[in-house]
């Protein structure tokens, strides 16, 4: 069975500055998909960033970027000239699609708590 | 488009009661799935749906039941709720065409079930 594995369970950053959160996943698959949620204290869970397995470049969106390893099956998220909005927890995900089934199934880490400091 | 939207946004419930919530997903996505979050099991997924089929299910007891209708607005249903169940029940939409992108989730707001 797939896990995802989320291991600071909070960190913090001062504002501008860079911070990584870690994720490793376990799976048999070749093929799947990897996302970054945000969720802020206002509870809404934001898509932050997503990655195709069989893509060797790593995703940007602006400040965001990740660091996928395929072979060590880790995708870390590196949030650039941190800012107070940033605070939030982050959800590292792993989705793969169900053979035959015509659906997906999306595995969930537990969270990074991140707190942006003034 | 508007977002994933959930109603209600907190509800308060006795044990024993039963609850609906109701989650209506974005304009033209016809899959959608609902999460249990809660602050020591993160988020466990409950059921999905898509074309007023359940075409996956988690491992929860028969308690937590779900349904889609034609428009693709979907309803949860908790039977003889626990103190347990106090959770925020997140639902997520997707449009399903077999892609990354269309496969990918977008969360609503979430319902804050409080049971006393």
């Known amino acids: 069975a797939q896990t995802v594995t989320q291991s600071q369970p909070e960190m913090s950053v001062q504002e501008a500055e860079t911070v990584t959160l870690s994720c490793t996943y376990d799976?048999?698959?070749?093929?799947?998909?990897l996302f970054w949620y945000k969720q802020p204290p206002s509870r809404q869970m934001i898509l932050v960033i997503r990655q195709e397995a069989y893509k060797q470049q790593n995703a940007t969106e602006n400040r965001f970027s990740v660091n996928f390893q395929k072979a060590a099956k880790s995708f870390s998220l590196k949030i650039s000239d941190s800012q107070l909005g940033d605070t939030a927890m982050y959800f590292c995900?792993?989705?793969?699609?169900?053979?035959?089934?015509?659906?997906?199934?999306?595995?969930f880490g537990t969270g990074t708590r991140l707190k942006v400091l003034a | 488009k508007a977002g994933v939207t959930q109603t209600p946004r907190y509800l308060i419930k006795t044990r024993g009661q039963q609850v609906t919530l109701s989650c209506s997903p974005i304009?033209?996505?016809?899959?959608v799935s609902w999460y249990q979050q809660t602050p020591g099991q993160g988020l466990q997924f409950l059921f999905e749906?898509?074309?007023?089929?359940?075409?996956n299910k988690g491992n929860f007891p028969g308690r937590f039941s779900g349904r889609q209708f034609s428009n693709s607005r979907s309803e949860m249903n908790v039977s003889t709720l626990e103190l347990g169940d106090s959770a925020l029940y997140l639902c997520?939409?997707?449009?399903?065409?077999?892609?990354?992108?269309?496969?990918?989730?977008?969360f609503g707001p979430g319902t804050r079930l409080t049971v006393l």
């Open positions: 799976t048999s698959e070749n093929n799947y998909y």
């Open positions: 304009s033209g996505h016809r899959s």
């Open positions: 997520a939409s997707s449009a399903t065409s077999g892609g990354l992108f269309t496969d990918t989730q977008y």
């Open positions: 995900a792993f989705m793969k699609h169900s053979r035959g089934l015509g659906t997906y199934k999306y595995i």
């Open positions: 749906y898509f074309s007023e089929t359940q075409r």
